[in-house]
């Protein structure tokens, strides 16, 4: 038996609890891991909240999270590129959470932690860092496209995919105007991208930065600010949305590909180690809190990423439900 945190029903936050749960043994192609760190995202909390039932269906009690950084304990069938011992990091497997001392990873969506990689750095790279890179990839963009190189508008710019997004965008030498709150505006211009107020009068100030219009935007917000980006393009520029991207296909666009694979994990790691890339952790918080580690991302007001840390040796009381 493992301990994990997660929710008993659909609902709000009083639906959280410490439980016990039986792990089975990895099945073909997965991993198990003891988990060193494990990060926390919106969706984790949209899960439990049942705003993703048609997408992500699960069986209750359900354990939180979905990506975590850890060291092999035991590997399935059929696995040839991890053994017990190595420290990876990954995307937990379907039915698999990720605020639990040990769990389940598939191979194929799992890498090898570089050394120069902290455990809390890793285990934020599959959901933002994997995330930016796939909309990168998918929006194609080529900085020698016009005489002043590529410039890509990020929408909701100022959270941990935007930033990831963003820093990847200038590793590559894309102009970026990232569209965020002032509360987000160090967060933002700390990549070498340009913050833009995202009051009222964005979409002005975006038209006077690239008044030929911008090569590609990339949306995290949906909606009408969506809808107002689309016409902010260059003609034919790609738009991609992880926000809305059944509207975002409906103004010509799409939404990102998610690849969750390990050559994906493996270069974003590299990227991170080399330090070209900061996965922006900046609240850490132990297994026993749990509940606040989730309530700081709820809020909507935490800047950067959230990440909670596992002590294996630590014999904390975990009794409190609802942290």
């Not at 997965?30 to 760190?37: D, E, F, K, M, Y």
């Not at 040990?102 to 890498?111: G, H």
Request: aromatic fraction near 6%; hydrophobic fraction near 45%; glycine fraction near 12%.
């Amino acid at each position: 038996m493992v301990l994990a945190y997660g929710f008993t029903e659909y609902g709000g936050p009083q639906t959280q609890s410490f439980f016990d749960l039986s792990l089975p043994p990895p099945g073909a192609g997965q991993i198990v891991v003891s988990v060193r760190a494990a990060g926390v995202n919106p969706a984790d909390w949209k899960v439990r909240a049942g705003t993703r039932k048609d997408t992500v269906p699960v069986t209750l009690p359900a354990v939180l999270g979905r990506e975590v950084s850890g060291v092999v304990t035991s590997v399935g069938p059929r696995v040839t590129e991890f053994e017990v011992g190595d420290e990876v990091f990954g995307s937990t497997a379907t039915g698999f959470g990720g605020y639990t001392e040990t769990t389940v990873l598939n191979a194929s969506q799992a890498a090898h932690k570089p050394a120069a990689v902290s455990w809390a750095d890793a285990a934020v790279i599959p959901v933002a860092c994997g995330t930016a890179y796939d909309a990168l990839h998918d929006l194609g963009l080529d900085t020698s496209a016009t005489d002043t190189g590529a410039t890509l508008l990020v929408l909701g710019a100022g959270g941990g995919v935007g930033t990831s997004t963003l820093a990847l965008a200038r590793a590559r030498g894309i102009t970026v105007l990232g569209v965020a709150s002032a509360a987000k505006h160090d967060a933002v211009e700390a990549t070498g991208s340009l913050w833009v107020d995202s009051g009222d009068l964005w979409a002005d100030a975006v038209a006077a930065l690239a008044p030929s219009g911008v090569n590609g935007v990339f949306d995290l917000v949906g909606g009408e600010t969506l809808q107002r980006a689309a016409s902010l393009r260059r003609p034919g520029a790609p738009l991609i949305s992880i926000a809305d991207p059944v509207a975002a296909t409906e103004l010509g666009g799409s939404g990102v590909e998610r690849r969750r694979t390990t050559a994906v994990f493996t270069a974003v790691a590299e990227l991170v180690a080399g330090g070209s890339l900061d996965p922006a952790v900046r609240q850490r918080f132990p297994f026993e809190r749990s509940g606040s580690a989730l309530a700081a991302v709820e809020s909507g007001h935490s800047a950067g990423k959230v990440v909670i840390e596992f002590d294996h040796a630590s014999e904390a009381d975990l009794s409190e439900p609802g942290d």
